[in-house]
């Protein structure tokens, strides 16, 4: 079935530091992309999507842009700040069902020091 | 305006007992969705309802059943509570099924099966 693959293991950076979150997905369709973030304690939050190939998606300061070549939506954020340590997902949308069924990558812990 | 609300927030059961989470969607959201997720995992799709309707359904056993009111709120019963059901469990509701209508997650209810 469609899935998201994201890079293992945390990431710890510096702030105003550059910041970059690999994902990749498989999907038979042409899936809508999204970022969410999850907060210490909290649910998840809509960061950006995209909906289809070469799209751009951006909030906050964070980009992504939707690779249908490289299967790929990589998330930026050229200076981060400490307001930024969360745990971001990377989700595709099931192509029959819309988004109300999400796939979801395993998530990357970002840890933003002073 | 009031967003996804879930209750309770924490509950400690024990193994073989039998649980159910409550969720109120955001006012005029037809939609609710329940995702659970493991520690370190990203959340795994369960169920849809639509209108009180059962739209979609995730890989999970039996023991786990949904069901939505005519308010639009729902509820997740989870019977035989197993260890490896402990888990934060995420409701989130959209204003219409499938298409582009966007998520929006309450901040979960965490299970601890003892």
């Known amino acids: 079935g469609d899935s998201v693959t994201q890079m293992e293991g945390p990431v710890t950076l510096s702030e105003e530091a550059f910041l970059t979150i690999n994902c990749t997905y498989t999907a038979t369709g042409y899936p809508s992309l999204f970022w969410y973030v999850q907060y210490p304690g909290e649910g998840l939050q809509l960061l950006l999507k995209?909906?289809?190939?070469?799209d751009k998606g951006s909030n906050k300061g964070f980009e992504a842009t939707y690779r249908k070549e490289t299967t790929s939506f990589h998330l930026e954020k050229g200076s981060v700040q400490v307001s930024d340590s969360a745990v971001y997902f990377c989700a595709l949308s099931d192509p029959f069902y819309g988004n109300n069924r999400l796939a979801f990558g395993k998530g990357n812990q970002v840890v933003v020091i002073p | 305006d009031a967003g996804v609300t879930q209750s309770p927030t924490h509950l400690i059961k024990t193994r073989g007992q039998q649980v159910t989470l409550r969720c109120s969607p955001i006012s005029g959201h037809k939609s609710v969705s329940w995702y659970q997720q493991v520690l370190g995992q990203g959340p795994q799709f369960i169920f849809q309802?639509?209108?009180?309707?059962?739209?979609g359904r995730g890989n999970f056993p039996d023991r786990f059943s949904a069901r939505q009111f005519p308010n639009y709120s729902s509820e997740l019963n989870v019977n035989a509570l197993l260890l490896g059901d402990s888990a934060l469990y995420l409701c989130?509701?959209?204003?219409?099924?499938?298409?582009?209508?966007?998520?929006?997650f309450g901040n979960g209810t965490r299970l601890t099966v003892t």
């Open positions: 995209a909906t289809k190939a070469d």
């Open positions: 989130a509701s959209s204003l219409l099924t499938g298409g582009d209508s966007p998520l929006h």
């Open positions: 309802y639509y209108e009180k309707e059962e739209r």
